[in-house]
């Protein structure tokens, strides 16, 4: 049941780097500096007080950086490899007491993957406002952004297999509208 809880764990906070990439890496060094989670044997330096203070400052500067206008654009070009990786590197850390393929590829599939698509998302959400608002509607997408990402990263770190319900919702938005979107076959 623990490798259940630390997979949904992952993937909760995998999904919440897809709408902003250093939140939920501090939330998670915060969760493993105060004893909340206990990360993978290789990975507990994300609980130290040095990982913290980074994370909080990265945390804050990418925050600000997407109430800037173009540079709210810029971040989420660059920010979806990141994602792509933090979302690895997110489910690594916590998926314990399994081999290392299958961690391995639960990371790259289910975290990297999720991050990615969720990213990728966010970021057509912030072209469109963009287009359709000249960019004046780019700090209220930023806002509901980074909401989401704090409550995902909470839902994840005290209520995973909620989060991982809440993830598999958000998926599931996703296709639709990706769906309603794309253009129809002759």
């Not at 004893?35 to 990975?43: G, K, Q, R, T």
Request: hydrophobic content about 55%.
């Amino acid at each position: 049941m623990e490798t259940i809880i630390s997979i949904c764990l992952g993937i909760g906070l995998a999904a919440s780097v897809g709408f902003r990439v250093f939140l939920p890496l501090f939330a998670l060094s915060l969760a493993s500096y105060f004893n909340v989670w206990e990360l993978n044997s290789s990975w507990l330096w994300v609980g130290s007080l040095t990982a913290v203070i980074i994370f909080g400052v990265a945390t804050i500067i990418e925050i600000l950086g997407y109430y800037i206008p173009l540079v709210d654009n810029l971040l989420d070009t660059i920010a979806i490899p990141l994602a792509a990786v933090a979302g690895t590197a997110v489910m690594m850390s916590t998926v314990s007491d399994l081999s290392p393929v299958i961690t391995w590829a639960l990371a790259i599939i289910a975290g990297g993957g999720t991050a990615a698509t969720i990213k990728s998302a966010a970021g057509s959400s912030r072209i469109t406002s963009t287009v359709t608002t000249a960019g004046f509607g780019n700090p209220l997408v930023s806002t509901i952004e980074t909401g989401t990402s704090i409550i995902m990263s909470i839902f994840s770190i005290f209520l995973p297999i909620i989060a991982f319900v809440l993830v598999i919702f958000v998926l599931f938005v996703i296709f639709k509208l990706y769906k309603k979107i794309r253009p129809s076959k002759p």
